[in-house]
């Protein structure tokens, strides 16, 4: 998807040639062994709706336990900053969390660059930045490579604090992982600093709840992937056909979220010419969530040339927000 800025109260409109990119995301990704669908198409608006409901749930305590580290540290947190400085948010999502560290740090920014990939968050985050004190608000509705692009081309010489929260960083398999992070690097200058969120290993059983929630919103979120090829893409997914499932795989350290197919089916997909047989069993994998001990974020992030880092951890809810000097 292109980069799009969004001015005054204009939506964000996807590239023309978004469509397309799906239809042919989905084909390369369902022939895979196992069959898979990339996790940034769980994002539509439906899918981001769902999403803002899971992380209100009692058993998903990432977002909880990343606002509350944000708001008890925030004056620590953006102590190091000189003012006036520059922020940008990769996967902005709603922008609370964001909004909660400046008004916890009471900040006034010269400019925040918000990037994601759905355009109703990015409007969800306009507005409620609008109450943070800022010169300007630029949106991005497009994915983390692009966006980091757009974020270095129209930065000014201000100072700036790059965030990537949420554990995003977890839906990256290694070596993307260490990509991203050096990317983010090269784009920082000497005298930036980025600001990391990632969940730690738990218990498995509060890591299988957590992304399998007595409630079904979860499930929801999984398939509401089916549906959106449906409705976009001519699909022709029965979701009462496929169960959700989540895996802890201890080896790699990630939970991961699975489609299971209950029966032995066909499904054809018209936009990517495409079809499917599936046994009974067989699943599509939808999203890793890699989970990290404290000190290997450190390292993760200090191989990726970034230069020290500071941490504050959640011990109960098991989260932690690291913050790197470029």
């Known amino acids: 998807m292109r980069d799009v800025n969004v001015p005054g109260d204009g939506a964000p409109v996807p590239a023309a040639t978004a469509m397309g990119q799906f239809a042919a995301d989905v084909v390369e990704y369902l022939e895979r062994a196992p069959r898979q669908l990339p996790s940034k198409y769980l994002y539509d608006p439906l899918g981001s709706a769902l999403f803002e409901a899971i992380c209100r749930l009692p058993w998903y305590r990432i977002t909880g336990a990343e606002r509350t580290l944000l708001e008890r540290h925030a004056v620590e947190i953006l102590h190091p900053l000189p003012r006036p400085f520059s922020v940008a948010e990769l996967g902005c999502g709603s922008g609370e ?39 300007e608000i630029r949106l ?17 010489e201000a100072p700036m604090l790059m965030l990537f929260l949420g554990s995003n960083i977890g839906n990256f398999d290694p070596p993307a992982d260490h990509v991203l992070l050096a990317r983010i690097r090269a784009t920082l200058r000497p005298g930036d600093w980025f600001l990391l969120g990632a969940d730690l290993v738990k ?8 992304y399998d929630d007595p409630l079904g919103v979860t499930a929801a979120f ?51 010419q495409l079809e499917v047989v599936f046994a009974a069993g067989e699943y599509i994998w939808t999203e890793s969530s890699y989970k990290y001990e404290p000190d290997a974020v450190t390292a993760t992030g200090l191989a990726a040339g970034f230069t020290s880092a500071t941490q504050w951890i959640d011990p109960d809810a098991g989260f932690a927000l690291t913050r790197f000097a470029v």
């Open 97 to 135: 969390k964001l909004a909660r560290l400046l008004e916890g740090g009471a900040a006034t920014c010269r400019r925040i660059a918000l990037v994601d990939i759905s355009g109703e968050a990015l409007l969800q985050a306009r507005d409620r930045l609008a109450e943070v004190p800022a010169e």
């Open 203 to 210: 218990p498995e059983r509060r890591l299988l709840r957590a």
């Open 140 to 156: 991005h509705q497009t994915g983390y490579e692009d966006g980091l692009a757009a974020i270095a081309a129209e930065r000014d």
């Open 222 to 272: 999984n398939r509401n992937l089916l549906r959106r090829i449906n409705d976009e893409l001519g699909g022709t997914f029965d979701l009462d056909a496929f169960a959700h499932r989540a895996v802890w795989n201890i080896a790699a350290s990630r939970v991961e979220m699975h489609l299971v197919s209950l029966v032995r089916q066909t499904v054809r997909i018209a936009a990517s």
